[in-house]
């Protein structure tokens, strides 16, 4: 189910078309194919809920091991109704494909959005995440079809800000900030572990 050998052939031409030149970015042991069934168990990660992907294709990133303070942030793997008390909830960010490539081989960066300040926004709400994703789409070279594309994040809960909008969560980012000292703030506080990609 999440192992390269049970790809499914689109997911591993897009891989190929897609991310080129990439492969030390990711992880496909943890790849996982929402796409193929639902169900309405309700779970939690670092205690909030998480509603998962239905519909998408996940390309896990490769993130064990590559922080300091441990895998913690990321809770235990496989399926669980609750969150461990170390791990971090879970967050979402509708982006374009070269978004996600640069986000994937850096960091995320402060962005033009600054309704409620400067900083990282994402979501818990993956249908919000979709309509910034909709903006953004691309098609395939190879098979035509036309895809949307969504960060799936580890937030940290100290970090965070639950703005006044529901449903939108911030890490702040002051203007000023040095470059060095910006990159430090979102490995502490926002950490991508996988690209969504859906068909449109």
Request: proline residues 6%.
């Amino acid at each position: 189910m999440s192992l390269t050998s049970q790809l499914q052939p689109e997911a591993t031409g897009l891989r190929k078309e897609l991310f080129v030149d990439m492969d030390e970015f990711f992880d496909p042991k943890f790849d996982y194919n929402f796409r193929r069934r639902k169900d309405e168990k309700k779970c939690y990660r670092g205690g909030e809920t998480y509603t998962r992907p239905w519909g998408w294709y996940r390309f896990a990133l490769k993130v064990l091991n590559k922080y300091p303070d441990g895998n913690g942030w990321l809770g235990q793997n496989g399926w669980r109704s609750k969150g461990d008390a170390t791990e971090w909830p879970v967050s979402f960010h509708g982006t374009g494909i070269e978004g996600a490539k640069g986000i994937a081989s850096s960091q995320f960066s402060a962005g033009p959005r600054q309704v409620y300040g400067r900083g990282v926004y994402s979501t818990p709400d993956i249908h919000i995440a979709d309509t910034y994703a909709m903006t953004k789409t691309f098609k395939s070279k190879k098979n035509g079809k036309t895809y949307k594309t969504i960060m799936q994040n580890r937030i940290n809960p100290m970090m965070r800000v639950k703005t006044k909008r529901d449903g939108y969560w911030l890490i702040k980012i002051p203007d000023g900030t040095s470059p060095d000292q910006e990159k430090k703030i979102v490995e502490e506080s926002i950490r991508p572990y996988g690209i969504l990609i859906k068909e449109v």
